[in-house]
Protein backbone atom coordinates (compact mmCIF):
# COMPACT_ATOMS: atom_id res chain seq x y z
CA UNK A 1 0.00 0.00 0.00
CA UNK A 2 3.15 2.48 1.14
CA UNK A 3 4.38 1.79 -2.73
CA UNK A 4 1.35 2.43 -4.40
CA UNK A 5 0.88 5.98 -2.35
CA UNK A 6 4.36 7.01 -3.17
CA UNK A 7 3.55 5.87 -6.95
CA UNK A 8 0.58 7.94 -6.81
CA UNK A 9 2.53 11.19 -5.10
CA UNK A 10 5.64 10.41 -7.73
CA UNK A 11 3.08 10.40 -10.37
CA UNK A 12 0.68 13.74 -9.49
CA UNK A 13 4.13 15.75 -8.88
CA UNK A 14 4.98 14.62 -11.84
CA UNK A 15 2.32 15.62 -14.50
CA UNK A 16 1.77 19.00 -12.27
CA UNK A 17 4.98 19.65 -14.04
CA UNK A 18 4.90 18.48 -16.98
CA UNK A 19 1.54 19.15 -17.81
CA UNK A 20 2.40 23.14 -17.58
CA UNK A 21 4.24 25.29 -20.58
CA UNK A 22 7.11 25.12 -18.31
CA UNK A 23 8.61 21.59 -19.66
CA UNK A 24 8.65 23.00 -23.05
CA UNK A 25 10.28 26.16 -22.21
CA UNK A 26 12.90 24.58 -20.39
CA UNK A 27 13.96 22.12 -23.30
CA UNK A 28 13.29 24.67 -25.55
CA UNK A 29 15.84 27.12 -23.35
CA UNK A 30 18.37 23.99 -23.15
CA UNK A 31 18.35 23.74 -26.59
CA UNK A 32 18.76 27.08 -28.01
CA UNK A 33 20.87 28.21 -25.59
CA UNK A 34 23.67 25.08 -26.09
CA UNK A 35 23.47 25.70 -29.97
CA UNK A 36 24.06 29.74 -29.41
CA UNK A 37 27.15 28.55 -27.47
CA UNK A 38 28.41 25.96 -29.30
CA UNK A 39 28.54 28.14 -32.34
CA UNK A 40 30.31 30.97 -30.31
CA UNK A 41 32.89 28.27 -29.26
CA UNK A 42 33.10 27.02 -33.09
CA UNK A 43 33.80 30.82 -33.83
CA UNK A 44 36.39 30.94 -31.25
CA UNK A 45 37.98 27.19 -32.43
CA UNK A 46 37.20 27.04 -35.65
CA UNK A 47 35.41 23.65 -35.48
CA UNK A 48 32.19 22.26 -34.89
CA UNK A 49 31.61 19.05 -32.99
CA UNK A 50 29.26 16.83 -31.39
CA UNK A 51 31.48 17.21 -28.13
CA UNK A 52 30.80 20.76 -27.79
CA UNK A 53 27.08 20.96 -27.90
CA UNK A 54 27.57 17.96 -25.30
CA UNK A 55 29.88 20.41 -23.22
CA UNK A 56 27.35 23.55 -23.85
CA UNK A 57 24.21 21.19 -22.21
CA UNK A 58 26.65 20.20 -19.51
CA UNK A 59 27.53 24.13 -19.09
CA UNK A 60 24.09 25.28 -19.03
CA UNK A 61 23.21 23.02 -16.38
CA UNK A 62 25.59 23.66 -14.29
CA UNK A 63 25.17 26.97 -14.03
CA UNK A 64 21.35 27.28 -14.38
CA UNK A 65 20.03 24.32 -13.42
CA UNK A 66 19.97 25.73 -9.32
CA UNK A 67 18.02 28.30 -10.89
CA UNK A 68 15.59 26.69 -12.92
CA UNK A 69 15.04 23.94 -10.07
CA UNK A 70 14.08 26.93 -8.13
CA UNK A 71 11.51 28.53 -10.31
CA UNK A 72 9.65 24.94 -11.10
CA UNK A 73 9.39 23.18 -7.13
CA UNK A 74 10.08 25.62 -4.75
CA UNK A 75 7.02 24.96 -3.03
CA UNK A 76 6.99 21.62 -4.06
CA UNK A 77 6.39 20.39 -0.13
CA UNK A 78 5.43 23.71 1.60
CA UNK A 79 3.16 24.32 -0.77
CA UNK A 80 1.30 21.53 -0.22
CA UNK A 81 1.48 22.72 4.25
CA UNK A 82 0.10 25.92 2.92
CA UNK A 83 -2.68 24.53 0.93
CA UNK A 84 -3.82 21.73 3.53
CA UNK A 85 -3.85 19.57 0.98
CA UNK A 86 -0.97 17.66 3.22
CA UNK A 87 -3.52 16.34 5.53
CA UNK A 88 -5.10 14.57 2.63
CA UNK A 89 -2.17 13.25 1.50
CA UNK A 90 -1.58 11.82 4.98
CA UNK A 91 -4.43 9.73 4.83
CA UNK A 92 -3.00 8.00 2.09
CA UNK A 93 0.51 7.61 2.56
CA UNK A 94 3.15 8.18 4.88
CA UNK A 95 5.09 11.74 5.98
CA UNK A 96 8.32 9.45 4.30
CA UNK A 97 6.05 8.40 1.15
CA UNK A 98 5.16 12.30 0.58
CA UNK A 99 8.77 13.38 0.82
CA UNK A 100 10.39 10.34 -1.85
CA UNK A 101 7.61 10.63 -3.96
CA UNK A 102 8.13 14.28 -4.36
CA UNK A 103 11.54 13.94 -5.17
CA UNK A 104 10.93 11.08 -7.49
CA UNK A 105 8.30 12.78 -9.30
CA UNK A 106 10.45 16.17 -9.71
CA UNK A 107 13.64 13.48 -10.85
CA UNK A 108 11.24 11.75 -13.36
CA UNK A 109 10.15 15.38 -14.89
CA UNK A 110 13.80 16.31 -15.23
CA UNK A 111 14.46 13.24 -16.85
CA UNK A 112 12.32 14.07 -19.27
CA UNK A 113 13.22 17.27 -19.78
CA UNK A 114 16.78 16.40 -20.38
CA UNK A 115 16.36 13.83 -22.20
CA UNK A 116 13.95 15.80 -24.85
CA UNK A 117 16.82 18.84 -24.67
CA UNK A 118 19.42 16.37 -25.64
CA UNK A 119 17.82 14.64 -28.59
CA UNK A 120 17.13 17.72 -30.07
CA UNK A 121 20.76 19.20 -30.02
CA UNK A 122 22.70 15.71 -30.89
CA UNK A 123 19.61 13.83 -32.75
CA UNK A 124 21.23 10.43 -33.64
CA UNK A 125 24.01 11.11 -31.05
CA UNK A 126 23.31 10.59 -28.02
CA UNK A 127 25.28 9.65 -25.16
CA UNK A 128 23.99 8.09 -21.89
CA UNK A 129 26.94 8.94 -20.01
CA UNK A 130 26.56 12.80 -20.49
CA UNK A 131 22.14 12.67 -19.81
CA UNK A 132 23.53 10.95 -16.33
CA UNK A 133 25.88 13.93 -15.66
CA UNK A 134 23.05 16.14 -16.33
CA UNK A 135 20.54 14.13 -14.38
CA UNK A 136 22.85 13.57 -11.12
CA UNK A 137 23.80 17.52 -11.44
CA UNK A 138 19.56 18.20 -11.23
CA UNK A 139 19.34 15.73 -8.70
CA UNK A 140 21.94 17.25 -6.54
CA UNK A 141 20.03 20.67 -7.44
CA UNK A 142 16.31 19.42 -6.34
CA UNK A 143 17.77 18.09 -3.00
CA UNK A 144 18.91 21.24 -2.39
CA UNK A 145 15.62 22.96 -3.23
CA UNK A 146 13.29 20.01 -1.89
CA UNK A 147 14.92 20.29 1.38
CA UNK A 148 14.52 24.57 1.10
CA UNK A 149 11.08 23.49 0.47
CA UNK A 150 10.91 21.51 3.90
CA UNK A 151 12.61 23.61 6.27
CA UNK A 152 10.77 27.04 5.10
CA UNK A 153 6.56 27.00 5.92
CA UNK A 154 5.77 29.38 3.35
CA UNK A 155 6.53 29.20 -0.71
CA UNK A 156 7.16 32.84 -1.13
CA UNK A 157 10.33 32.32 1.43
CA UNK A 158 11.45 29.16 -0.35
CA UNK A 159 11.29 31.21 -3.61
CA UNK A 160 13.34 33.47 -2.20
CA UNK A 161 16.20 31.51 -0.57
CA UNK A 162 16.41 29.06 -3.44
CA UNK A 163 17.00 32.30 -5.98
CA UNK A 164 19.43 33.54 -3.49
CA UNK A 165 21.28 29.91 -3.55
CA UNK A 166 20.97 29.97 -7.41
CA UNK A 167 22.84 32.88 -7.77
CA UNK A 168 25.54 32.06 -4.93
CA UNK A 169 26.11 28.41 -5.24
CA UNK A 170 27.50 27.99 -8.82
CA UNK A 171 29.76 30.72 -8.17
CA UNK A 172 31.31 29.61 -4.67
CA UNK A 173 31.04 26.11 -6.50
CA UNK A 174 33.24 26.86 -9.01
CA UNK A 175 35.53 29.02 -6.84
CA UNK A 176 36.20 26.28 -4.73
CA UNK A 177 37.36 24.02 -7.10
CA UNK A 178 38.64 25.87 -9.57
CA UNK A 179 41.15 27.95 -7.16
CA UNK A 180 43.47 25.70 -5.26
CA UNK A 181 44.73 28.20 -3.16
CA UNK A 182 41.71 29.30 -1.86
CA UNK A 183 41.00 28.39 1.55
CA UNK A 184 37.49 27.57 0.65
CA UNK A 185 38.69 24.69 -1.66
CA UNK A 186 38.09 21.55 0.37
CA UNK A 187 34.42 22.99 -0.12
CA UNK A 188 34.89 21.16 -3.67
CA UNK A 189 34.26 17.78 -2.08
CA UNK A 190 30.51 19.04 -1.54
CA UNK A 191 29.73 20.32 -5.28
CA UNK A 192 29.28 18.46 -8.28
CA UNK A 193 31.29 20.57 -10.63
CA UNK A 194 34.39 18.23 -8.60
CA UNK A 195 32.89 15.28 -9.34
CA UNK A 196 32.06 16.29 -13.31
CA UNK A 197 35.94 17.11 -13.20
CA UNK A 198 37.02 13.50 -12.17
CA UNK A 199 34.84 12.00 -14.87
CA UNK A 200 31.10 10.22 -15.51
CA UNK A 201 32.44 7.72 -13.42
CA UNK A 202 32.25 9.96 -10.26
CA UNK A 203 28.95 11.79 -11.30
CA UNK A 204 27.44 9.16 -8.76
CA UNK A 205 28.72 11.17 -5.75
CA UNK A 206 26.21 14.09 -6.49
CA UNK A 207 23.26 11.05 -6.87
CA UNK A 208 24.24 10.05 -3.18
CA UNK A 209 24.16 13.95 -1.96
CA UNK A 210 20.68 13.57 -3.28
CA UNK A 211 19.57 10.81 -1.98
CA UNK A 212 20.98 11.82 1.59
CA UNK A 213 19.54 15.48 1.74
CA UNK A 214 16.37 13.76 0.74
CA UNK A 215 16.67 11.60 3.64
CA UNK A 216 17.56 14.51 5.88
CA UNK A 217 14.65 16.05 4.71
CA UNK A 218 12.49 12.93 5.13
CA UNK A 219 13.91 13.36 9.08
CA UNK A 220 12.31 16.53 9.41
CA UNK A 221 9.29 15.80 7.78
CA UNK A 222 8.37 13.04 10.64
CA UNK A 223 9.52 15.10 13.29
CA UNK A 224 6.40 17.79 12.89
CA UNK A 225 2.79 17.49 12.87
CA UNK A 226 0.41 18.64 10.05
Not at 45 to 73: C, H, M, N, P, W
Request: glycine share 8%; net charge positive; charged share 10%.
Amino acid sequence: AEVIGVWAITKREFWNLIKSVRALIIILLFSAGSIWVTNSLSKVSGQLDVKEYYASLRLLVLIFGFLFATILSHSCFNGEVETKTIRLLLTKVSKTGIVVGKMLGVSLFWMVCLTGSFISVVGKVFRPTELFIAFSTMAYFNSIVLLISVVTTKSSRSNFIGLIFALLLPGLGLYATLTTTSPLHFLQYFFPYFYLLQGAGFMGVPTAFSVLLTWVAVLLVKGRDY
